[in-house]
Every structure is written in structure tokens, then in C-alpha cells.
């Protein structure tokens, strides 16, 4: 089965506080595997892709194949980092088509 | 902004009428994908076209259906309206089905 597993509906820290957000996937091939950032049911934006290991407004993915997970994180958090973050999978060879996890909100309170 | 152009970006309807939702992807981009936003299911993929020709589909109803046209926009075509299609579509675009999806602003629909 192809699923993306956010845990954590919601996670509230503290401005200058580390963010974790969690994503695990399921999935039996070689995943391609993003993050979306939504400010107030705006559009959706590109936040990271596992493929580029870049680091987007201080936020950082790494994809762990034996965990099968892929983390946002970031060391500092500011309060306008406060948005539902979606963690997403793209099948191979299906099109292209994302597979989206629940989403996460996240609240960074000053 | 995107470049992934949604009309209209609201929508009030009544139960058992029919909608069209139209997008225009960015610029040069053959792909199209239509997304559901609900506060239940989260973001559920309907259907992808890429140069006018449906390539996957997801959990679309078959009261909803979708084409891509010559000039490579889409629509999507909701019949048979019940109140649990009120959500947020989303229509975004890519240049071919290995890169980004841009996301258009969407269309919030609301079914009375």
C-alpha cells in the first residue's frame, strides 16, 4: 500500500523552540517524497524535495529508508513558520501524482 | 503567485445541481491535477491529465469527471451535488510528471 503517515494533527512550540514534524511512508519502491507548506488554506507551496537536500527558510528533510520516515525539521522555529505542513509521495512511474499525508499544524507562539 | 490560474475561487450551489471548475496551468506545463481539500479527508488526488490525456486517477467519484483541452487547460465537472462535496479543489500543474507540482489557489465550493 502507498501511504503517508503524519502523526501529530497539531504541534504548538514556543518562537526560538527546535520543530519536528513527523512523516512515515509506506511504500515498496524507491520513494521520491516532499514537503508542502500551506499558509491559511492558501495554495499549496513546495517546501523541500528529498532529492534537492536543500534547506528552505531553515528547514531541513532527510530521508531515512530504514525508518522509513522523512522529518521536517528546524532548529529555531518563528512565529511565521505557523502553517499545516504536508508531508507527500510521489509513486514511480505513476504519473506523477502526490500522495499526501493528513497534514500537521503547526503553532509557533511568541 | 503560482502561475496556475483557478476559476471561479468561490462557489455556492444547491444539493443535486452541477458545477464546472476551471484551471489554467502555468505557462508551458502539459500536466494537470486535480486535488479535494476537506477538513475529514485531508487533500485526496482526483484525477491528472498530461497533454490532454488522462494518465492516473484517483479517488474521483463518477458523478465528477474532468478533461484537459487543446490549449491544456482543464476542467472539472461536478454532478449530482450533495452536501459532502463542499471542500477545496485544487488544481495544479508541471511541466511533465517527473517534476514540481505548482499549486493554483483553488476553488472553494460550498454545496447549501
Known amino acids: 500500500a502507498q501511504r503517508v503517515t503524519q502523526p501529530e494533527k497539531l504541534l504548538s512550540v514556543f518562537k526560538g523552540a527546535p520543530v519536528e514534524l513527523k512523516c512515515n511512508y509506506s511504500?515498496?519502491?524507491?520513494?521520491?517524497l516532499f514537503w508542502y507548506v500551506q499558509y491559511s488554506r492558501q495554495r499549496l507551496q513546495l517546501l523541500l524535495r528529498?532529492?534537492s537536500r536543500e534547506s528552505i527558510k531553515g528547514f531541513t528533510a532527510d530521508l531515512n529508508k530504514g525508518e522509513t520516515s522523512f522529518h521536517l525539521k528546524k532548529p529555531f522555529a518563528q512565529e511565521e513558520d505557523s502553517a499545516m505542513y504536508y508531508c507527500a509521495l510521489r509513486p514511480y512511474n505513476q504519473g506523477g501524482k502526490l500522495i499526501f499525508g493528513q497534514g500537521t499544524e503547526l503553532s509557533v507562539k511568541p | 503567485d503560482s502561475g496556475v490560474t483557478q476559476t471561479p475561487k468561490h462557489l455556492i450551489t444547491a444539493t443535486g445541481q452541477r458545477v464546472t471548475l476551471r484551471c489554467s496551468p502555468r505557462?508551458?506545463?502539459?500536466?494537470v491535477y486535480w486535488y479535494q481539500q476537506s477538513l475529514d479527508q485531508g487533500l485526496q488526488f482526483l484525477i491528472q491529465y498530461y497533454n490532454g490525456e488522462e494518465r492516473a486517477k484517483g479517488n474521483i467519484l463518477e458523478r465528477f469527471s474532468a478533461q484537459q483541452f487543446p490549449d491544456l487547460h482543464s476542467e472539472l465537472n461536478l454532478s449530482s451535488l450533495e452536501l459532502g462535496d463542499s471542500a477545496l479543489y485544487f488544481c495544479?500543474?508541471?511541466?511533465?510528471?517527473?517534476?514540481?507540482?505548482?499549486f493554483g489557489s483553488g476553488t472553494q465550493l460550498s454545496v447549501l
Open positions: 495544479a500543474s508541471s511541466v511533465s510528471t517527473n517534476e514540481k507540482l505548482f
Open positions: 505557462s508551458g506545463d502539459l500536466s
Open positions: 528529498h532529492i
Open positions: 511504500y515498496s519502491g524507491s520513494p521520491e
